[in-house]
């Protein structure tokens, strides 16, 4: 059974920083592409970012680029999303998610975690 647990969310000034964590557990994490989605409350889930099996490939966002980071290490099964220069319109539930293919549809992926507030005040 694969599990995703997400950590680091949080409230955060505009401006500010945060760093999220997603620690896989249940299969080989670096056979897996992983993505950060989020949900803002009334709209659909967005892609933020995503990352291929090597970190060698990431995508994100028009609206994160150059504010957000993705990466991953597979030797501790992790990947993380930088947010930096946060903006109130960042705040969302922010989901992980893993597939073997990397993509930015959130109907392709297979395993989801649980999610984490991430609340920007103006």
């Known amino acids: 059974q694969v599990q995703l647990v997400e950590s680091g969310g949080g409230l955060v000034q505009a401006g500010g920083s945060l760093r999220l964590s997603c620690e896989a557990s249940?299969?080989?994490?670096?056979?897996?592409?992983m993505a950060w989605f989020r949900q803002a409350p009334g709209k659909d889930r967005e892609i933020v970012a995503t990352i291929g099996r090597n970190g060698g490939y990431t995508y994100y966002a028009d609206s994160v680029k150059g504010r957000f980071t993705i990466s991953r290490d597979n030797a501790k099964n992790t990947v993380y999303l930088q947010m930096n220069s946060l903006k109130p319109e960042d705040t969302a539930v922010y989901y992980c998610a893993t597939d073997r293919l990397i993509g930015t549809i959130a109907t392709r992926y297979d395993y989801w975690g649980q999610g984490t507030q991430v609340t920007v005040s103006s």
């Open positions: 249940g299969r080989t994490f670096s056979s897996y592409a």
